[in-house]
């Protein structure tokens, strides 16, 4: 069973904006801390944020910290990433994670991985 489903990537102009989402079925995110990472072609899988079980913390890799924000919404099972000012560099796909807890912009334990959502930046 697919327990996490991403959704909202799509092709965006460079300095665009574009929000992912992430949707739970079968399991409730307020167990979990919730990560984002993502991954272009030949490149390592790489935490981009995470957010806390109970969301008073957030955590951001440098790289887009001040341009991305993460935010848990548990009534609804969902979480989002808005990213604003994007950069060709962004480009990867996105995937959503589900975990024991953040490390940084990382989370640690995993246990449920989405599909992924692919981001393109492009003039």
């Known amino acids: 069973q697919l327990h996490l489903v991403e959704s909202g990537g799509g092709l965006v102009q460079p300095g665009g904006s574009l929000t992912l989402s992430c949707e739970a079925s079968?399991?409730?995110?307020?167990?979990?801390?919730i990560g984002w990472f993502r991954q272009a072609p030949g490149q390592e899988r790489r935490g981009v944020s995470c957010?806390?079980?109970?969301?008073?913390?957030?955590h951001y890799a440098d790289s887009v910290k001040g341009r991305f924000t993460m935010s848990r919404d548990d009534a609804k099972n969902t979480v989002h990433l808005q990213m604003a000012n994007l950069k060709t560099e962004d480009t990867a796909k996105y995937y959503c994670?589900?975990?024991?807890?953040?490390?940084?912009?990382?989370?640690?334990?995993?246990?449920?991985w989405g599909r992924g959502t692919q981001v393109t930046v492009s003039s």
């Open positions: 957010i806390t079980v109970s969301g008073d913390r957030t």
């Open positions: 079968g399991i409730t995110l307020d167990y979990y801390a």
């Open positions: 994670v589900a975990g024991v807890k953040c490390e940084y912009s990382v989370v640690a334990g995993v246990n449920y």
